[in-house]
């Protein structure tokens, strides 16, 4: 059974950075498109950023040149670099493995301004 743990989240100030990470445990993940969602209070989940098997990213319009993600295989491990935090990305983070539909827990990540 697949299982992801996300971790990293916290509490920073505008402009700061954080780097998120989701360990993949029961399965190898290193074929498989990563993805990184977030949730807002009151809104739906939406994606942020994905990698595929190939290192080819993908990301949100309101997050490109801040956020990077990345992927270790060996640490079967997906990460959310982000910088240049901005209030509006106050949110839950939840990394994703699409095509197993499985989901982490979700890390809180807060920007005041």
């Not at 697949?2 to 993940?29: H, K, N, P």
């Not at 997906?78 to 509006?88: C, F, I, R, T």
Request: include cysteine.
């Amino acid at each position: 059974q697949v299982q992801l743990v996300e971790s990293g989240g916290g509490l920073v100030q505008a402009g700061m950075a954080l780097r998120l990470s989701c360990v993949v445990s029961g399965m190898t993940a290193s074929d498989r498109t990563l993805a990184w969602y977030r949730a807002s209070p009151g809104q739906q989940r939406e994606w942020v950023a994905d990698i595929d098997s190939g290192r080819s990213t993908n990301y949100l319009d309101s997050v490109k040149g801040r956020f990077t993600i990345s992927r270790d295989n060996a640490k079967n491990t997906v990460y959310l670099h982000m910088n240049n935090l901005k209030p509006e990305d106050t949110a839950v983070y939840y990394c994703c493995i699409p095509f197993w539909n499985a989901w982490g827990q979700g890390t809180q990540v807060t920007v005041s301004s």
